[in-house]
Nanobody, 125 residues
Framework: VQLQASGGGLVQPGGSLRLSCAAYGRIVRPFDMAWFRQAPGKEREFVAAIRWASRSTIIAESVKGRFTISRDTAENTGYLQMNSLKAEDTAVYSC???????????????????WGQGTQVTVSS
């Protein structure tokens, strides 16, 4: 499976961006897709995840109420809609995917065996 992320950029505080993560190749169900981010000098942080079949979502507390994750099964693409962006959301955002896995481990980056390239999100006036 190959993942291709897109949609990053420069946005003013309070603005919005939508990131996309397209999955190519043989996808083994069940399938989870997640977004992680890493700011300079900080560890990689879980942002959001979606269970592909059920569409159930898990959102980090730091972005809850501002970010949503969704997916388009027909396009094999996941999305991270980011609203009310803040300067502290500035980071490189990476999408990841895994086949199988239990819900309790969905926030753990080492549980994911497929990664897309990062896309830079900069929130600045």
């Amino acid at each position: 499976v190959q993942l291709q992320a897109s949609g990053g950029g420069l946005v003013q505080p309070g603005g919005s961006l939508r990131l996309s993560c397209a999955a190519y190749g043989r996808i083994v169900r069940p399938f989870d897709m997640a977004w992680f981010r890493q700011a300079p000098g900080k560890e990689r942080e879980f942002v959001a995840a979606i269970r592909w079949a059920s569409r159930s979502t898990i959102i980090a507390e730091s972005v809850k109420g501002r970010f949503t994750i969704s997916r388009d099964t027909a396009e094999n693409t996941g999305y991270l809609q980011m609203n009310s962006l803040k300067a502290e959301d500035t980071a490189v955002y990476s999408c990841a995917a895994r086949s199988g896995g239990i819900l309790s481990t969905i926030r753990l980056d080492y549980q994911y065996n497929y990664w897309g390239q990062g896309t830079q999100v900069t929130v600045s006036s």
